[in-house]
Nanobody, 130 residues
Framework: VQLVESGGGIVQPGESLRLSCTIS????????IAWYRQGPGKDRDGFSC????????HIADSLKGRVTVSSDVAKNTVYLQIDRLERSDSGRYYC????????????????????????WGTGTQVIVAP
């Protein structure tokens, strides 16, 4: 299983950015894709997840209203849109895949990010600066 993130770059505060994560070797029908962010000097934290097969998604409360997660199953791609970017959004963004059944009937829940995921991309860098 391979995941490739794209769409990072340098953006100004207030702008929007859409990141993509394309998975190969596995299907979005039975895998969830989670997004993690690692800011400078910080831990890598999960904040969003989508499971097209389960019809479930999660966005951290702190980001609701600014973050949208979506998927295109035919393209095996998940998208993360962040609006009204803030400097604190800077960091390396990773997507990660896990089998929907890893935690039984539970998928894309806030308490599951701490367990990591089965497969990881190498990340894409986002820098928010004036």
């Amino acid at each position: 299983v391979q995941l490739v993130e794209s769409g990072g770059g340098i953006v100004q505060p207030g702008e929007s950015l859409r990141l993509s994560c394309t998975i190969s070797g596995a299907s979005l029908d039975d895998h969830a894709i989670a997004w993690y962010r690692q800011g400078p000097g910080k831990d890598r934290d999960g904040f969003s997840c989508i499971s097209p097969g389960r019809g479930t998604q999660h966005i951290a409360d702190s980001l609701k209203g600014r973050v949208t997660v979506s998927s295109d199953v035919a393209k095996n791609t998940v998208y993360l849109q962040i609006d009204r970017l803030e400097r604190s959004d800077s960091g390396r963004y990773y997507c990660a895949a896990e089998y929907n059944g890893r935690f039984g009937r539970y998928v894309c829940r806030a308490e599951l990010y701490k367990f990591g995921a089965d497969h990881w991309g190498t990340g894409t860098q986002v820098i928010v600066a004036p």
